[in-house]
């Protein structure tokens, strides 16, 4: 009965999300808990579309979800996790990427539908974030990533029966795009995340999604193609300002004694630009 509903909650969820990440006046710690005031006030994402035919067992309606916020060193994530059985990869045999596990999804490339995934990343400016929950680090200890896709990311999470949270820190530094160039951040994010879910009952994991089900055009997980994820924009960004022209002039033409100084003034001519349009503005 249990994923009879389950599958009746997600089959009228929708697609092609997008969300406005708020800006975190103080950054939340992380320790997979949760409860710094940052995520009292951003917003509850559900992690609610089955991927294609597959069936997860993660609750009901809401209680799987994750949040989000950022600032100029990085954006955090939150993933709440609600399981009916926790099999991560160091209760079982087999593949990581089978086991119970979140991952999360960045591709920072100017064009986003470029038919791309997270399996070339981070050179083809798609991200993969998903380290594995290991039975050493369950009580929130904070662990900095290694290797390939996990380089600088700190995470930690807290396993709480068969129910679990995992919180992320992602730096800028990390989030380059195809030709490593730094993320802008005025323009849209792809984003998505996946939660695997193995019960050990079934041959195979399965998947539920923010965005990406597989049943877009790409018809395709966000490993291989991120072109059907959704999108996150940062709220707050401020405005970009250009400067079209500098006249500088001075009321003297020479300096004439050593170390001297030259009274100098300059009037900047400003173009403003505001590329996005901010929440109240």
């Not at 399996?119 to 998903?130: D, K, L, M, T």
């Not at 995470?155 to 795009?177: C, K, Q, R």
Request: glycine share 10%.
């Amino acid at each position: 009965m249990l994923c009879t509903l389950l599958g009746v909650a997600y089959a009228n969820a929708q697609s092609d999300r997008t969300v406005v990440l708020l800006k975190a006046a103080v950054a939340p710690v992380i320790d997979g808990v949760g409860d710094d005031d940052v995520w009292t006030d951003a917003t509850v994402n559900n992690i609610d579309l089955p991927f294609k035919s597959e069936t997860p067992t993660l609750g009901q309606a809401g209680e799987t979800n994750w949040k989000a916020a950022w600032n100029n060193d990085g954006i955090y994530i939150l993933v709440t996790v609600t399981d009916d059985l926790f099999f991560p990869k160091y209760l079982a045999t087999g593949d990581d990427y089978q086991k119970d596990k979140v991952e999360l999804y960045f591709d920072c490339n100017p064009v986003l539908a470029d038919g791309l995934g997270g399996s070339g990343g981070p050179g083809n400016g798609h991200h993969q974030i998903a380290p594995d929950i290991a039975e050493a680090d369950i009580t929130g200890t904070p662990i900095t990533g290694t290797g390939t896709q996990n380089k600088d990311v700190v995470h930690a999470v807290v396993v709480d029966g068969t129910n679990y949270v995992m919180e992320y820190f992602i730096p800028w530094s990390i989030l380059n795009d195809k030709d490593g160039a730094a993320f802008i951040k005025t323009a849209p994010m792809g984003f998505d995340v996946t939660v695997v879910d193995n019960d050990l009952s079934v041959a195979a994991r399965q998947r539920a999604c923010w965005s990406n089900d597989g049943t877009g055009a790409a018809a395709d997980e966000s490993w291989n193609n991120m072109n059907d994820c959704g999108t996150i924009t940062l709220d707050n960004v401020g405005t970009i300002v250009d400067v079209e022209d500098i006249n500088i002039t001075n009321t003297a033409t020479t300096i004439t004694t050593e170390a001297g100084t030259l009274q100098m003034t300059a009037e900047i001519l400003l173009l403003m630009q505001q590329l996005i349009k901010l929440p109240g503005a």
